[in-house]
């Protein structure tokens, strides 16, 4: 059951108090300029399920997985009562960084898409410029391809984006395979590799850190099946760990950041100020960067807010139907691991 302990709630009682919600971005990110998400009321509260549209019902029951354990199973305790987050600057135009680095008040570390399929290696290194410009020589600036280079594009970017002083590279590229070639490739610039999509959408998380393709591990908490799983996935790598977003409301965020409290080292600061990418939330009290941090606390909607938030009933439909198949999924009893 995807790292979920005890009975899973049936369909009736996930759905007595779902919210299906359709929520503006601020900017495009991913490719996407609108954020659904379903909320679920559990016996230990708010919790999320969004997966994003185009996933498939294997990959989007990990979700689910992570859904329930937040609302259905207590959180670990917290070993701290904030985390510190990085501002998430998708790929804008360099003139547009500044506003959106402003959205992220504090934040000293800032993540940078880069490799899109519409972007040049140029677009790239002007908007990575504009970065370090805005945070000055002391600000930490890491990059995330989204597995958009071939071993050898990756290889001349990261030649173009070091001189930037990079703390690390998120997945450049697609295969564990070529995370290892490109580490091995671009070692003398001891620039650590981070494995995101080879760790969250890989059968199993663990393998790019024993091919040993990975300096780092990008960890999140819904699509990795919940906290609880992700905490012991953490125990049996000795790698070190990003807790990051899966672009959530705040209801989602509370769970990553639930996650960050619990995490033994917390050495990088965690990809979960997005909710600052949301033109509208479901709270008004939502989980934003003040002074470059977020606090640990659930949270819980607000019914005006959701009622505005509300997709259309198609939508909401598909959405029931999407968390009966997901359901369908994780009620196969599978071999232990
Ligand atoms: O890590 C961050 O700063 C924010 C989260 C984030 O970048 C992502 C969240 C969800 C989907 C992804 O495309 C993206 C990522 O690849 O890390
Ligand atoms: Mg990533």
Not at 136 to 153: C, K, L, T
Not at 317 to 337: G, H, K, M, T
């Amino acid at each position: 059951m995807s790292g979920l302990d005890g009975e899973l709630p049936g369909l009736g009682e996930l759905l007595t108090n779902a919210h299906v919600l359709a929520l503006p971005m601020v900017t495009r990110f991913r490719g996407i300029t609108v954020r659904e998400a379903m909320l679920l009321e559990g016996p230990h509260g708010w919790t999320e399920f969004s997966p994003f549209l185009e996933y498939g019902d294997d990959e989007a029951a990990a979700w689910l997985a992570g859904a329930i354990d937040f609302g259905w199973r207590a959180a670990p305790s917290s070993r701290r009562d904030a985390v510190r987050v990085n501002a998430t600057v998708p790929a804008v135009d360099p003139d547009e960084v500044p506003a959106v680095l402003a959205r992220f008040p504090g934040c000293r570390t800032a993540k940078v898409k880069v490799a899109g399929a519409d972007q040049t290696l140029s677009q790239d290194v002007a908007r990575v410029a504009a970065v370090r410009e805005e945070l000055g020589p002391e600000g930490r600036i890491r990059v995330d391809a989204n597995a958009g280079w071939s071993v050898d594009a990756a290889e001349r970017a990261i030649h173009a984006l070091a001189p930037f002083d990079l703390e690390y590279i998120e997945q450049p590229c697609e295969s564990v395979d070529e995370l290892a070639e490109i580490r091995e490739r671009i070692a003398y610039l001891d620039v650590p590799i981070a494995a995101d999509e080879s760790v969250r959408k890989a059968s199993d998380p663990l393998a790019v850190a024993e091919a040993g393709a990975a300096d780092l591990l990008i960890v999140k908490a819904q699509p990795l099946g919940g906290i609880h799983r992700v905490l012991d996935l953490t125990a049996r790598t000795g790698l070190p760990v990003v807790v990051s977003s899966a672009l959530e409301t705040s209801v989602g965020l509370a769970m990553g950041v639930h996650l960050a409290a619990a995490v033994e080292g917390l050495d990088y600061d965690c990809g979960l100020g997005t909710a600052a990418l949301l033109a509208a939330d479901v709270t008004d009290t939502p989980l934003l960067p003040v002074d470059g941090l977020i606090p640990v606390r659930r949270v819980v909607p607000d019914a005006r807010l959701l009622a505005g938030g509300a997709a259309s009933p198609e939508r909401r439909d598909w959405w029931i139907e999407r968390l009966a198949r997901c359901l369908d999924v994780l009620s196969v009893p599978r071999p232990a691991e």
